[in-house]
């Protein structure tokens, strides 16, 4: 549809009898995502009372006070010098991983891995380690029933019920109301209770400093001179959880499927990593990983070409008038869904020229100072820009910067090439999985 009506600023959608607008051209998302924040600050997607109790304190569905208050908590988790700390947890992470395909190549000299799985094990375990410090056994060779891995493929799984839950939650919420379909399994959340319940007992009877997410979140709890509320706790503990785990891992999935399709940009970051390691004292250091500018220029194009999620809806709080550059005016209505066609303009040829091309110097330096504003979302954009963005890319340049150091990625025959999409969830996931040999160099 967005290339179908590629002549006109906006058009319309029905999601059965309700009217959606789509915004196809850049100033217009930017009316709404940043200028106009005030009359689309909400999501289009909210949650049935009662149902997700511990999602409902999650800033994505949040609203007003509690939005602006958990956003609050979050930044701070994430400032510069948290994450600095929260390296170090990632760093930990780094040398599980390596050893685990140490001994996958022990006796065998390729070994092959779905990607979004095998990336899985790292961001399940970090979310682990550097979100409740705690063993996530996701490179355990018999893991435990309670494993991170386990319980992010339980939340995330490809399955037609996921799916069906996820269309409702997406576009119909309120028909939720009705069958009252949790997204986060039961036992998942009630892991995450006993989880925050114990975490609390040990760390009121330890005077160690821990320096994880958690801590976090707990002094911040305190300064409150109230009693501290374990839902909160609970909530903020299952947000990392869900935010770090699917989609980080889903991102570097895609990175390292370009990498394995490309072996020449392949080579190209992994001489970067080794120059910037080898500067840093032969560690790779928070701020060794700030050097490695090609790498991010290859994430963002991935980012661009496979984008983890296809569009945005937004939602009308207060009539606003839209103008397009075609004339077209249009009064949106409170309560008005908006969809910003991510995919549609990252992928549009007016923007980026020969789109299907995976070319990484479009984000070099020269270069994206040329590409316009609001054609690259990868973490939204305005005052709902995805505020774990900055964690996100500490866990995806780590584990890339550990895997290409040591080892070499190839594609495997099993990927199904051209890519094509499954239907039946939210998140983008091809069909059949990214498949590719790891082999040490």
Known sequence: MYKAYKQHSMFGVYNLFDPILVVREPQLVKNIMQSNFPSFHDNSTFLVPGVEPLLEKNPFFNYGEEWINGRKRFTYAFSNVRLKILFQAVD???????????????????????????F?????????????GIEGYCFDE????????????????????????????????????LFRFPFVPKHVAKFFRDVVDENLQTRRNTETQRNDFFQT????????????????????ALSFF????????????????????HPDIQQKVRDEVKSAIAKHGGVLTFEAAKDLTYMEQVISESQRLNPVVSFFRKRCTQKFEL?????????????????????????????????????????SEERKRTIEKMTFMPFGEGPRMCVGMRMAMVT???????????????????????????????????????WAYISKL
């Open 217 to 236: 979140m707990l002094e911040l709890e305190k300064t409150s001179g109230e009693k501290v509320d374990t839902d909160v706790l609970t909530s903020h």
């Open 92 to 118: 930990g992470v780094t040398k599980k991983f390596e050893d685990f395909l140490n001994k996958q190549l022990k006796t065998k000299d390729k070994y092959e891995v779905e990607l979004t799985e095998f």
């Open 142 to 177: 018999n893991p435990p029933a309670n494993s991170f891995q386990k319980l992010g493929i339980d939340t995330f799984e490809h399955s037609y019920i996921n799916g069906i839950v996820g269309t409702l939650l997406t576009f119909k919420p309120g028909v939720n109301r």
């Open 120 to 132: 899985g094990r790292f961001t399940a375990e970090t979310v682990a380690n550097a979100g409740l």
């Open 396 to 434: 995806v340049k780590r584990c890339l910067a550990t895997l290409l150091d040591n080892y070499k990625l190839e594609l495997s025959p099993k990927t199904q090439l051209p890519l094509e999409m499954s239907p039946n969830l939210f998140l983008n996931k091809p069909i059949g999985g990214l």
């Open 323 to 363: 103008v397009g550059s075609d004339g077209l005016r249009v009064w949106v209505q409170p309560g008005t869904a908006v969809l910003i066609p991510v995919e549609g303009l990252q992928m549009d040829p007016k923007y980026w020229p020969d789109p299907e091309k995976f070319d990484p110097d479009r984000f």
């Open 242 to 261: 869900l935010d770090g785990y699917e989609t980080s891992r889903i991102t570097i999935s895609y990175v390292g499927y370009q990498l394995a399709k």
